[in-house]
């Protein structure tokens, strides 16, 4: 599993601009993957894996959609992303984190819609290759 995020029944997308970055050999970003190996993890969805090992769930927040994007943004800088997008009004952030050991590439998603009590915060976290992340995009979501 390569990429994770907090609401695979209505999947967090990426702009047009960000799959474009993502380059034509990156992994797919899909709405509904599968793993497509054998084993216990075989032919299970990245939504039914994920939520074995993180389950991830998007965040509820006292706020409005502007505040909670600009707060989610600082929150995404701090922990080391570089972000190309931040669209308080629109409640969009995109932008893309290297690891330190290996230097791959992950791409970030997130989206803020307004609730009646504030605003929802889901978030993406996808890696450029097609190959299992040992979780490294999970955290990357849990600790935003």
């Known amino acids: ?12 997308t990426f702009s047009p601009a ?15 993957p599968r793993i497509q190996a054998e084993g216990a993890w075989a ?13 991830l769930k ?3 927040v006292g706020a409005s959609v ?3 994007t600009e707060a989610a943004a600082e929150a995404a800088r701090r922990n ?21 050991w290996y230097g791959l590439t992950s791409d970030l998603a997130v989206r803020v819609r ?7 915060i889901d978030a993406r976290s996808a890696s450029r290759i097609a190959a299992p992340d040992m979780g490294a995009n ?4 849990e600790v935003l």
């Open 138 to 141: 999970g955290r990357r979501i």
């Open 58 to 60: 998007s965040l509820e």
């Open 1 to 12: 599993v390569w990429d994770a995020q907090t609401d695979w029944r209505d999947p967090v």
């Open 80 to 100: 080391g992303w570089t972000l190309s997008q931040v669209d308080p009004d629109g409640g969009r952030i995109e932008g893309r984190r290297r690891s330190l």
């Open 43 to 55: 032919g299970l969805s990245f939504e039914e894996a994920q939520a074995e090992v993180f389950p």
């Open 114 to 120: 307004p609730t009646e009590t504030g605003a929802r």
């Open 18 to 32: 960000a799959l474009a970055e993502r380059g034509a050999t990156a992994a797919p970003v899909e709405t509904a």
């Open 66 to 68: 502007r505040e909670a």
